[in-house]
């Protein structure tokens, strides 16, 4: 129960800054699951497993406000998938040290990455403008290795000219149909025993359960709250959140 409410806690802030931010539910909850220690496939299967539900939630509210734009989601959902699904596998197939190194570089990177927008103000432009293929293919890739999608594609619809509302959107609807597709694949990995003998799903329901109850709720009103947080020191704090974290882990390593 004591961890059903701390994540629920977890879950409820990250979403409120991956409503300001068009990010963080991802980059936070799998920072806090790698943090204790969790195997990188169970973070990646529990994060996405969690995101069913709120970006589901988000995605919903996003709709029904008129915030979708078709166009950028349908190229952004298809290779989306197929990143995600390349993502999975490298991340099942990769064993022992070396998917430590991954998993710590993975998590310096996201945070530099979101330190940048910080810094500069704006999304960086990471792609040329139109170029949503590569957006969802990267994206989808982050997302199937740590369970991050909006510092990939939000960052760069952002920065490929897509207005503020449809490219926040858009990322939410697309980040729902990539999430169940790379969790479909980490399960079927899990089941084929690509994951190893001691990897135990069943002691991170809890941990899942409580990211929901936290996530939803403020998927469904956190726009409102989170409108009110300056944005530039909420998103210098994820950053060093993910890179504190990883200097962690090489540490101890």
């Known amino acids: 129960m004591d961890n059903f409410i701390a994540f629920a806690v977890v879950g409820f802030l990250a979403q409120l800054v991956d409503g300001a931010?068009?990010?963080?539910?991802?980059?936070i909850s799998s920072a806090v699951l790698l943090a204790q220690g969790v195997p990188p496939p169970l973070v990646s299967a529990s994060v996405n497993a969690a995101k069913l539900p709120t970006s589901g939630t988000s995605a919903t509210s996003h709709w029904l406000h008129g915030n979708i734009d078709w166009r950028v989601v349908r190229p952004v959902v298809v290779m989306g998938a197929l990143g995600g699904c390349l993502g999975a596998l490298l991340l099942t197939s990769l064993k022992g040290a070396l998917l430590l190194w991954l998993t710590n570089l993975y998590l310096l990177a996201i945070g530099a990455l979101v330190l940048v927008r910080a810094w500069r103000g704006r999304a960086p432009a990471l792609v040329a403008a139109g170029r949503f293929r590569l957006i969802g293919f990267a994206g989808g890739a982050i997302e199937g290795i740590g369970g991050s999608w909006g510092p990939i594609v939000t960052t760069g619809l952002l920065g490929s000219g897509v207005p503020p509302r449809q490219a926040v959107g858009s990322s939410n609807l697309s980040e729902f149909v990539v999430s169940f597709v790379v969790f479909a694949v980490l399960t079927l990995g899990f089941h084929a025993g690509h994951w190893g003998a001691d990897m135990e799903w069943r002691s991170l329901i809890g941990s899942v359960a409580g990211l929901v109850a936290g996530g939803v709720p403020a998927a469904i009103f956190g726009g409102r709250l989170a409108a009110r947080v300056p944005h530039?020191?909420?998103?210098?704090?994820?950053?060093?959140?993910?890179?504190?974290?990883?200097?962690y882990r090489f540490a101890t390593m």
Do not use: H, K, S
């Open 232 to 247: 530039r020191p909420l998103t210098v704090a994820v950053g060093l959140l993910a890179i504190g974290i990883a200097a």
């Open 21 to 27: 931010l068009g990010m963080g539910f991802g980059v």
